[in-house]
């Protein structure tokens, strides 16, 4: 919401979150780092702003998790603006670590332009842990 104000009309943000997924688990801070690099990479530097579109759906016993921009895409920005990947590495590594093989983690273009992260991981909800004992 922040960012909505700094950019106003230069930011469209756009939500689908399938109803089935708000019950979900997902690890906190996992998708802010996204959001922040498909905002300062993609929507910033344009003069016309962009679109970003924030998904969740399940897949049987996957959640799917997506971040996608308007923005030049990976390789084709400004040399000015180019990014370190930190972040993109910071949450491949993290995902790793609390899922070990049972992950994915893919970067791929959209057409015209941009980037969409995709995050695959195990669908589980918080009564997932609760047992009788």
Do not use: C, H, W
């Not at 590495?89 to 057409?111: I, M, V």
């Amino acid at each position: 919401e922040i960012e909505k104000v700094r950019f106003g009309d230069r930011l469209v943000v756009e939500k689908d979150v399938a109803s089935e997924t708000m019950d979900a688990l997902v690890p906190s801070l996992i998708l802010q780092p996204l959001i922040e690099n498909a905002i300062k990479y993609a929507i910033s530097p344009s003069v016309d702003g962009g679109k970003l579109q924030i998904s969740a759906r399940a897949q049987r016993a996957t959640l799917v998790l997506q971040v996608s921009d308007t923005g030049p895409g990976l390789g084709n920005g400004d040399k000015k603006q180019k990014s370190s990947g930190v972040g993109l590495q910071n949450t491949r590594e993290r995902l790793l670590q609390l899922y070990g093989d049972n992950q994915a983690f893919t970067l791929a273009p959209n057409k015209p332009s941009g980037l969409t992260v995709t995050i695959n991981i195990p669908y589980e909800t918080s009564d997932a842990d609760s047992t009788d004992s």
